[in-house]
């Protein structure tokens, strides 16, 4: 069965303190992995697809790593604004997609 | 472009009865689908759809059913809900990778 889990479940950080989100996956044949940043009261918004082991995204102040068992986010010198959930989702087999349950990342100024 | 639009945007149900979810996508994906989150669980697939009149079971479709009549929409049924049913409904959208979702349904059953 194909399982994500994701920790820690809540991060606190202080404005500017860097830090990484994991994503541990166990799946037949990952397609992919995703990133997803939602905030309170929208649904989830796309940050980044990675499909290999050793890939690495980035984009304005996150990076994202994958190896064959986790993937990372991380947060360089977070602001405010980068408070939301994370969530990771993986695509097996098909066109099913499961996600984690996600970590609540909060950025106090 | 609108992108993936949901309606309605809340809704409270008294037990016993029906209501019908639209889902609406106006980039052509091909596949479509319905989740529900609940605290602490994440997103649940309850159905999805891999083309018009295609729909496909998830990890959570009991007590839901699903039509995909055109392309561009989706539409998620409950046909006698329960208060197990609440929670919020997300449709996605999906060439085939990154999917858009769309702002959710807040759904109440008393």
């Known amino acids: 069965e194909d399982q994500v889990t994701q920790s820690p479940e809540a991060l606190r950080l202080q404005e500017g303190e860097s830090s990484s989100l994991n994503c541990s996956y166990t799946v037949s044949g990952l397609r992919g992995l995703f990133w997803y940043r939602q905030d309170p009261g929208k649904g989830p918004e796309f940050l980044f697809t990675?499909?290999?082991a050793g890939e690495e995204k980035e984009k304005e102040r996150l990076k994202a790593t994958l190896t064959k068992k986790e993937s990372f986010l991380h947060i360089t010198a977070p602001k405010p604004e980068d408070s939301a959930t994370y969530l990771c989702a993986v695509q097996a087999s098909g066109q099913n997609f499961v996600f984690g349950p996600g970590t609540r990342l909060s950025v106090l100024p | 472009n609108a992108g993936v639009t949901q309606t309605p945007k809340f809704r409270v149900l008294k037990t016993g009865q029906s209501m019908t979810l639209l889902c609406a996508q106006d980039m052509n994906h091909e596949y479509m689908y319905w989740y529900r989150q609940d605290p602490g669980m994440g997103l649940r697939l309850i159905h999805y759809s891999v083309g018009e009149g295609t729909t496909a079971k998830g990890e959570v479709p009991d007590g839901y059913n699903v039509s995909r009549l055109k392309k561009q929409n989706f539409l998620l049924g409950l046909e006698s809900a329960a208060p197990s049913q609440t929670s919020v409904y997300f449709c996605?959208?999906?060439?085939?990778?990154?999917?858009?979702f769309g702002p959710g349904t807040r759904l109440t059953v008393l």
């Open positions: 990675l499909y290999s």
């Open positions: 996605a959208s999906t060439l085939g990778g990154e999917q858009f």
